[in-house]
C-alpha cells in the first residue's frame, strides 16, 4: 500500500458517501472506519471527506487538478475492492 503514501500528490480530495444503515453500504462503512486514519496519517493536507445521508448507494469520488472528478459506485463491493477502487483513481490522477 504504499500508493497511499502519494495519495495527496495525484488526488486533491476524496469523498465517501453511504447510507449509516442500509446492507449495501455496510462495507464502505467498514472501509472508512478501518482505512481512514492511516489515509489521514499519511495524507494529513489531503481533504477526505465523509457524507452519510439516508437511502444513498454507496460511492467514492477523487477530484483531480482542474476540478475533474470521477465517481465509482461501491454497492456490492467488499473493503479489499473499495481499496483497489481508491487505489485505481489514485493512478488515474498521475497520468
Not at 495519495?7 to 446492507?23: A, G
Not at 457524507?51 to 482542474?66: F, H, I, K, N, T
Request: hydrophobic share 40%.
Amino acid at each position: 500500500m504504499a500508493w497511499r503514501g502519494s495519495l495527496s500528490r495525484s488526488v486533491k480530495e476524496i469523498r465517501v458517501l453511504f447510507c449509516q444503515s442500509s446492507p449495501a453500504s455496510a462495507a464502505a462503512r467498514e472501509f472508512v472506519k478501518k482505512n481512514y486514519g492511516d489515509i489521514k496519517a499519511r495524507n494529513p493536507s489531503l481533504p477526505f471527506l465523509v457524507r452519510e445521508c439516508s437511502g444513498v448507494q454507496p460511492q467514492l469520488w477523487a477530484r483531480y487538478d482542474m476540478g475533474v472528478e470521477r465517481c465509482v459506485h461501491l454497492d456490492g463491493l467488499t473493503e479489499a475492492q473499495i481499496d483497489k477502487k481508491l487505489e485505481e483513481l489514485a493512478k488515474a490522477g498521475e497520468s
